[in-house]
C-alpha cells in the first residue's frame, strides 16, 4: 500500500492517506498531520518534521522545480518510535491558482516502504562481502599449500638424486665383482646364483 500526501513549500503537511500514518506509526492522518504541523508552529526556524527536515524539503523542491518531477528517490524516515524505515519517493509539483500560477505552492507525493528490500540488500552485501573474505583466506591457504608441495617436491627430488648416488655406487662394485667370479672356476649352482646377480 502506498503512503499519499500533499506537503506545501514550508513543509507543512496538507492532507495525508491512512498508509502513509500507519506507515510512519501514527493511528490516523489526522495524527500525523497534526504531529508535523505542530512541529512546524512551535519554532519559526523547523529542526525537523515526521516527513522531512528543512533541508530535504528544500532539497526536493529545487528537484521539483529543475526536473519537474521526482522519480524513485530513496530517503530515510524515522516512525515514531525512532525505528528508521527507507521509502522511495516519486513526487510531482502541485502549482498555484494565483495570479502567476506558476510558482510551485507544494507537491504531490507518493512514498513506497523499501525497509524490507534495503535490508534484504544490505544482507545481501554481508554475505557478499562474507563469501569475498572466505575466497581471499582459501585463496592465502591454497597458496601456501602449494608452497609446502613444492618444498616437499624439491626434498623428494635431492632424496632420490642422493640415493640413486648410494644405490648406484655399490651396485656398480657388486655388478662388477660378479662378473669377475662368473670368469673363476664354481659349481653349478654357485654359477647360478652369480648370474642372477
Do not use: C
Not at 1 to 14: A, C, K, P, Y
Not at 93 to 113: K, M, N, S, V, Y
Not at 137 to 161: D, H, I, P, W, Y
Amino acid at each position: 500500500v502506498e503512503g499519499i500526501f500533499h506537503l506545501d513549500r514550508s513543509g507543512r503537511l496538507n492532507d495525508a492517506n491512512a498508509a502513509l500514518a500507519r506507515l510512519l506509526g501514527y493511528a490516523s492522518p489526522t495524527d500525523l498531520m497534526a504531529a508535523v504541523n505542530a512541529g512546524l508552529r512551535d519554532d519559526p526556524e523547523p529542526r525537523r518534521s515526521a516527513l522531512f527536515t528543512p533541508e530535504q524539503v528544500e532539497a526536493l523542491f529545487a528537484a521539483l522545480e529543475r526536473d519537474g518531477q521526482i522519480s524513485g528517490l530513496e530517503l530515510r524516515l524515522e516512525r515514531t518510535d525512532g525505528t528508521p524505515v527507507w521509502v522511495q519517493l516519486n513526487a510531482w509539483q502541485r502549482r498555484g491558482a494565483g495570479p502567476q500560477g506558476e510558482a510551485a505552492r507544494g507537491f504531490h507525493g507518493l512514498i513506497t516502504d523499501i525497509t524490507a528490500r534495503r535490508q534484504a540488500l544490505e544482507d545481501l552485501r554481508i554475505h557478499r562481502d562474507h563469501l569475498e573474505e572466505a575466497v581471499r583466506e582459501r585463496t592465502a591457504e591454497l597458496g601456501e599449500a602449494m608452497q609446502r608441495a613444492e618444498v616437499a617436491n624439491q626434498a623428494k627430488s635431492e632424496f632420490l638424486a642422493n640415493m640413486s648416488h648410494e644405490i648406484r655406487t655399490p651396485m656398480n662394485v657388486i655388478l662388477g665383482m660378479s662378473r669377475l667370479a662368473l670368469q673363476g672356476d664354481m659349481t653349478p649352482q654357485q654359477h647360478n646364483y652369480l648370474q642372477k646377480v
